[in-house]
């Protein structure tokens, strides 16, 4: 599975972005789409995943409120509404894909498969 980000760019605080992240190739047999993000000097930490089958998507607390993903399951591809952005959400966005039971959704080294990235980039 090859993944494709896109949607990110400089925004204002307070403004909104919406990034996409498109599945590709051949055996589309994951379980989980997740969202990461890394900011300069930091590791990469979890944003948003969704159950792709039944759809159950989980946040975490500092996007809560905030950041949407939903799923389009023809095309492949989730997305990651983000509202009331921060400076503190700035940070480049990864897609991946993996396997991983309900309670490591959070865990980075257990999705197999990455995006190359987006750039977000907030403004204060």
């Known amino acids: 599975v090859q993944l494709q980000a896109s949607g990110g760019g400089l925004v204002q605080a307070g403004e909104s972005l919406r990034l996409s992240c498109t599945a590709s190739?051949?055996?589309?047999?994951?379980?989980?789409m997740a969202w990461f993000r890394q900011a300069p000097g930091k590791e990469r930490a979890f944003v948003a995943a969704i159950r792709w089958n039944g759809g159950h998507v989980y946040y975490a607390d500092s996007v809560k409120g905030r950041f949407t993903m939903s799923r389009d399951k023809p095309k492949t591809t989730v997305y990651l509404q983000m509202n009331s952005l921060k400076p503190e959400d700035t940070a480049v966005y990864y897609c991946?894909?993996?396997?991983?039971?309900?309670?490591?959704?959070?865990?980075?080294?257990?999705?197999?498969?990455w995006g190359q990235g987006t750039l977000v980039t907030v403004s204060s």
């Open positions: 190739g051949s055996n589309f047999n994951f379980v989980n």
């Open positions: 991946a894909v993996g396997n991983g039971i309900l309670s490591s959704l959070q865990n980075a080294g257990l999705y197999n498969n």
